[in-house]
């Protein structure tokens, strides 16, 4: 890992971060990536891969309607609304 | 040189539960901005998703009725990416573990069927809106969508052409309605297209650089969207150029499209496991209850309509299509026991008039009955099937019953054989010299010349005289 590849999984996190600070953080990320390096060498044949750590089952809700409408307390912590909208910078792809 | 098109569909599907796919939230549209976002779907720290059976159950339904496999182990990636209209800054969705796996929809083209194979389906949840008016140079945003639940379908690149991708699209815009797992209103974004396109020389096997078109939420825009990417990416080689891998936004309002993004500066979404979703596990009993649950499909009406009524292979593909136009092709059937005229007058008259008033049969100001009723009419030969256009016009502009408006217009078929006799006598009269032609005349040619008798007579009785009884007597009285 370089800092410029530490700079850009940072921009895509919007994350910010100084060249100092990348320099450091890319030693460290070298660092667990090695750990990971020896991991992978481990033998996992005929081993499954996991989604989850747990060993449990997702259990599903029922379709019906529990929410209210929680507009008036929720925008009044917004920064900006108008008409029930949320406001934000201004972004077009 | 020849060029070959090769276009794959992504299509997403708005599920018709009540709630999201995550919360309890309500997803009925048209709600004021925001009244149907929850803590969960704002994103709110400590909040947790819990998946919807609903969602799943229609998923499985789709994964059934498409004939594919069903994902025994379905799981939850996040997809992530940074968007106003997404609070999470990633999307809930599935990758290495869908929950639908292959399948096919088969179209028809032309005369030939043809089967476009899916690659997989999965579940994810929708984005909100944000909506770009002017709010002191900022966007406003809507999350009232946001976490409605989705089934994105992505086919093989098996289409090669603008009509065969409409016919595909058409084709599961009938299967998810007829399933009951979509509304099926495009104009309200229930089922939004986005087209992989790429053209190569005839006969290549190699793919060309494909670009994706985004978001088209209807038959007409894709085929014009098509249709114009193919024609740009032609013209790009053919110029010497090359087709750059980019992301397209293709413009309603305009018809045209423009690049969004190229591959270079794509998101890289670092998918990974949704540490906050288990595992969904799905097994044969319970995949088996859902096959039970299945209504008649496009398909298997399709085959009972050409076995059941006699139609042909394309009558029956066409009324077979949707569930509105089945039920009312039956419905009329059973008034009017002529599956063969309710079919016609189904695809002729009230086709027509719905395309030029640009309305959907269910939204058709008359019903199965009345049209049953109608052809009930032209069989008991109570009127003309010339006549019953008239009947019909007047059905179409809500002037009352059929029987009523047969009544109040005095538009009753004569088949009375006396008051028929006294116009043949009366145009006979008139006519002497056609007469003596047709007297004089060779046999193979008398039944052209009958015509303009009939023609007389029609026009004396109003085009209200019974045709095939007017016929006889002619022939008689001529003899």
Known sequence: MNPSEIQKIAHLARVHISDDVAEETAKSITEVLGLVDQLQAADTDGVAPMAHPLDAVQRLRADVVTETNVR?????????????????????? | MQWETVIGLEVHVQLNTNTKIFSGSSIAFGAEPNTQASLVDLAMPGTLPVANEEAFRKAVMFGL?????????????????????????????????????????????????KRVRIHHAHLEEDAGKSLHEDFHGMSGIDLNRAGTPLIEIVTEPDIRSADEAVAFARKLHALVSSLGICDGEMSQGSMRFDVNISVRPMGEDKLGTRTETKNLNSFRFMERCIEQEVERQIEVIEDGGSITQETRLYNGDTHTAKSMRSKEEANDYRYFPCPDLLPVHIDDDYIEQVRKLLPELPAARKARFEEQYGLSAYDAELLSDSAVSAQFFEAATAKSGDAK??????????????????????????????????????????ISSKIAKTVFDALWKGEGDVDLIIEAKGLKQVSDSGALEKIVDEVINNNAAQVENYRAADDDKKPKMLGFFVGQCMKASKGQANPQQLNKILKEKLA
């Open chain 1, 72 to 93: 008036e307390k929720m925008q009044s912590i917004a920064p900006a609304t108008e008409e029930g909208l949320y406001l934000v910078p201004k972004v077009i792809d």
């Open chain 2, 65 to 113: 009725a498409i004939d594919a496999e069903i994902g025994k182990e379905s799981v939850f990636e996040r997809k992530n990416y940074f968007y106003p209209d997404l609070p999470k800054g990633y999307q809930t969705t599935q990758l290495d573990k869908p929950i639908v796996i292959g399948g096919h929809v088969d179209i028809q083209v032309g005369e030939a069927t």
């Open chain 2, 341 to 382: 005229l309710s079919a016609n007058w189904l695809m002729g008259e009230v086709s027509a008039r719905l395309n030029a008033e640009e309305i959907s049969l269910s939204e058709a100001p008359i019903n199965a009955e009345q049209l049953g009723e109608l052809i009930l009419r032209i069989k008991d030969g109570t």
